[in-house]
């Protein structure tokens, strides 16, 4: 199947996901259009974690069917490659390769996975490490930087591969406060530039400014969607009311 | 040094049990030098492969074939439940009957394709290297799956993961244990002396058999020469250890 950009970037129906007897996803669909921004909210355990991690095949899922641009990744033999060449995703605990200078961190995957040639991956990773405002601290190992310092890291090491959705899975919550917004930023600058984005958060107030479209989960099920200013003002949910009255 | 050579052949004069015969006779000093000649090849080449074994079957661990991660588990039970003199043994005289023969150098006698050296080598690099995988899948499993997650969600295969991310922090990990089997490995080629590798505790021993009067010198070298020969070792193991130390990672 052949994608084109009037079609949802990233469609995902009705997927189901079990971790032995534990039901996390109970039949979840949503469309992601390309230059979109998604934030996915919810409490603790709703799935919303897996059902990022399924979109780049970190988890496989039983039932339903993800697309990203084409590409089946319900399919058993999916080119796992292909797929991740698409797709950057960002962990919560930064997760990068502590053996590795900042810069070498952002280098590896273009110069292994895709093989380019070194001079000109240097180059466009100083760029990014510019871009996410770490000038400086190229050379510095991540057990040098701070949370948010390591995160930005993180953000230029996914774009390095130059995909075309980038995943967010509660990049903030390991943060300190005052360190979560330099990363907001730099999220906010690549949502800017029409990076289509899908987030997991618990940043309401962030969620609420930079989300074209805003998914709220609860037990393996999304309960309810809807733009910020519908979502946030009028939500209909019983569940998606009392959950936000305990966060905002 | 023809001082110590007069000193060594007064001594043996006075004292007759201190016979230090190799300072003065050329013949046996020759037996001791190519003994601790060959008790550094050996150890080297131990060294390297049992290292080779350990990350191979580390890594062979880790597959999703449930066939060889067994086989891999019977060769680490086999060759560190067993004593390693007995697997010396085992393989010079057993499989050593089973392998081909080839004409030696003279042009007249054959001998086995592989040596008394060679199974030395052979036997002992997979004593150690059964070792080596337990010590190296220590570190594997001290490497976090998130990171094996994020290098696996930046497209590289799991080879790749393998070699430039999880290895590297793993052999981290692993140093100071692979240190300790290291070490024993160096001492644990004196076994050879089993199967006439002309070691250096081969060599000793038929210089004291020769000399009953150099045995107590000859006894106390052996005792010199591998504190210094695991001396080197564990300077060279420690160099390595804090040039591989990462700013900010690890205690």
Known sequence: MTWTPDQPIISI????????????????????????????????????????????????????????????????????????????MVFQQYNLFPHKTALENVMMAPLLVLKRDKAQVEEEARALIKKVRLEGKENSYPGELSGGQQQRTAIARSLAMNPDVMLFDEVTAALDPETVKEVLVTIKDLAAEGMTCILVTHEMGFAKEIADHIYFTDRGVIVEHGPPSTFFERASDPRTREFLSQIL | ????????????????????????????????????????????????????????????????????????????????????????????????????????????????????????????????????????????????????????????????????????????????????????????????????????????????????SAQYPTMLLLFVVYILLVGVLVMGMNKWERQMKIPGYGA
């Open chain 1, 13 to 88: 129906k009705d997927v189901h996901k079990s971790f032995g007897d534990l039901e996390v996803l109970k039949g979840v669909s949503l469309d992601v259009m390309k230059g979109e921004v998604i934030c996915i909210i919810g409490p603790s355990g709703s799935g919303k974690s897996t059902l990022i991690r399924c979109i780049n095949g970190l988890n496989d899922v039983q039932g339903g069917s993800i697309t990203v641009e084409g590409i089946e990744v319900h399919d058993p033999d999916l080119d796992k490659l292909a797929l991740r060449k698409k797709v950057g």
């Open chain 2, 1 to 212: 040094m023809e001082w110590i050579a007069d000193l060594a052949r007064n001594l043996a004069e006075i004292a007759p049990r201190w016979n230090f015969i190799w300072l003065y006779d050329p013949v046996t000093g020759g037996k001791i030098l190519s003994g601790i000649w060959m008790t550094i090849k050996l150890a080297i080449a131990c060294l390297i492969f049992s290292m080779i074994i350990g990350v191979i079957g580390a890594w062979l661990q880790g597959s999703p074939s449930r066939i060889l991660r067994a086989f891999v588990n019977g060769y680490i039970q086999f060759f560190r439940n067993t004593p390693p003199f007995v697997q010396l043994l085992f393989f010079y005289f057993a499989l050593g009957q089973l392998t081909p023969v080839v004409t030696a150098p003279d042009g007249w006698t054959v001998q086995p394709i592989i040596t008394n050296v060679g199974w030395a080598i052979i036997s002992l690099s997979f004593f150690a290297g059964a070792f080596n995988v337990e010590i190296f899948r220590a570190g594997i499993e001290a490497v976090p799956e998130s990171t094996r997650e994020a290098s696996e969600a930046l497209g590289f295969t799991r080879t790749q993961t393998f070699r430039y991310i999880v290895m590297p922090l793993a052999i981290r990990v692993s140093l100071p244990a692979l240190n300790n089997n290291l070490v024993n490995l160096v001492k644990t080629t004196t076994q050879a002396f089993g199967i006439a590798v002309p070691e250096l505790l081969y060599q000793s021993v038929t210089i004291w058999n020769d000399y009953p």
